[in-house]
């Protein structure tokens, strides 16, 4: 089956500040209260779930995660509601692009994609 898939993210100098997956982290953060629960839900390990709120966090004029530091009762994190906008704003682009999207470039685009690469290119 042929597919196109369209993604938006949003750049901040060289570093991706908004993308699908770290809107996903977003939503797994704000479901499981913590940064590793949040890695564990999506397969990605802790190291790399804090990678990637650091960035989004240093690319955006206030912080999108806030954490709390670990202790008996356990740590956590929690989406502050500015990150909860920039989320739904996200999230709402993302609904246009791809309502908008399927119009006659779409479909030209979809009908001139093959399903599977060749094995190589003298095929």
Known sequence: MTTLKLKIQITCGAEIAMGPG???LLDAIAREGS?????RLLGMSYRRA?????????CWNEPLV?????????????VT??????????????ARVDTGA???DFAALSTALRSEPKATQKD
């Open 22 to 24: 770290k809107a996903d």
């Open 102 to 104: 399927r119009g006659p």
């Open 81 to 94: 509601p500015f990150g909860t906008d920039v989320l739904a704003h996200y999230r709402e682009l993302q």
């Open 35 to 39: 940064i590793s629960g949040a890695g």
């Open 66 to 78: 806030v954490t709390s530091p670990g202790s008996a009762h356990g740590g956590g994190a929690r």
């Open 50 to 58: 804090w990678q990637l709120v650091d960035v989004m966090n240093r």
